[in-house]
């Protein structure tokens, strides 16, 4: 478990160099495109704010996004007592709990580090899922506290947020500075401006994509250790599979975030999905009782 930690947050630092070279390079297409390297350091500056500030921001703009409110044990006590007594079992400070209104069963963690964890839990994972499944669900999600997994997550989010945001603004640029004067610039920065902001964007969704299918698998075998009760997390999963459904609040920025799925399945999303099937995590979790 420490080992993964320590891989964890060696996978923040170059998350962050990653997305700053990126963003780099679109800085430097255009910077050629136009003639003008001041492009280029001003671009390579508002990256380097912007990956400390998303370090710090990019929990409460992922709980925004979701429609997420926080809530006091008063409000629910069921959830925020299940939630307190797994982090005294984790040796975790207690994080913020939160409950998104959607029918849809599903759940989320997020945060720079386990001092500023987030947890939410939809009310429709709340209907559901008895007490014992309810725990399961919820240590899956302390256990990415732990692992430090919602650091790598946070990052992730912020990179495929951004980048898209600025291959956007960079495909606009393009088409509105070729419409003026394109004739007299070379083709070499044309090329490179679009291949960067094409393939940022996709770049980044399969380093999400990756990134977030071992986290599931590891938090689901995480959650048993802490609960030592495999069958509570293979029955939860196993309800989220059956009653699985789309929610309201969809964003494929957020997505890596929850447990389960919560964008409309296809059978070509299927093979991009930042979840593995959960078939899949029930076959491991079956096969790893005796060990737990």
Not at 27 to 50: E, H, K, Q, R
Request: net charge positive; with cysteine; aromatic share 8%.
């Amino acid at each position: 478990m420490y080992k993964q930690i320590a891989v964890n947050k060696r996978h923040t630092v170059y998350i962050m160099v990653g997305f700053v070279a990126v963003i780099a390079a679109i800085g430097a297409g255009f910077a050629y495109w136009l003639n003008d390297w001041s492009i280029a350091t001003w671009v390579l500056i508002i990256a380097l704010i912007y990956a400390v500030a998303q370090y710090y921001l990019s929990a409460s703009l992922a709980v925004a996004m979701t429609g997420a409110k926080q809530i006091k044990k008063r409000d629910n006590p069921r959830l925020y007592n299940t939630v307190e007594n797994l982090s005294i079992t984790a040796g975790l400070p207690m994080p913020k709990v939160y409950i998104i209104d959607d029918p849809a069963p599903n759940a989320f963690a997020t945060g720079r580090d386990p001092k500023h964890a987030v947890v939410a839990a939809t009310t429709g994972l709340l209907d559901i899922m008895d007490n014992k499944e309810l725990t399961a669900v919820m240590a899956h999600e302390m256990s990415h506290v732990k692992n430090y997994d919602i650091r790598v997550s946070l990052i992730t989010f912020g990179l495929v947020c951004i980048v898209g945001f600025i291959s956007d603004i960079g495909l606009r640029m393009l088409w509105y500075t070729s419409d003026r004067d394109g004739d007299d610039r070379s083709p070499i920065g044309l090329i490179v401006i679009l291949l960067t902001s094409i393939l940022a964007p996709i770049a980044a969704s399969l380093a999400q994509l990756a990134i977030s299918r071992e986290r599931e698998y590891l938090a689901d075998a995480s959650a048993v250790s802490l609960t030592r009760y495999p069958e509570g997390m293979i029955s939860a999963l196993k309800k989220l599979d059956t009653h699985s459904r789309p929610m309201h609040k969809q964003n494929a920025a957020t997505e890596a975030l929850f447990i389960n799925n919560p964008m409309k399945k296809s059978a070509i999303g299927s093979m991009f999905s930042t979840h593995p099937p959960i078939e899949k995590r029930i076959e491991r979790l079956e096969h790893g009782k005796t060990s737990f």
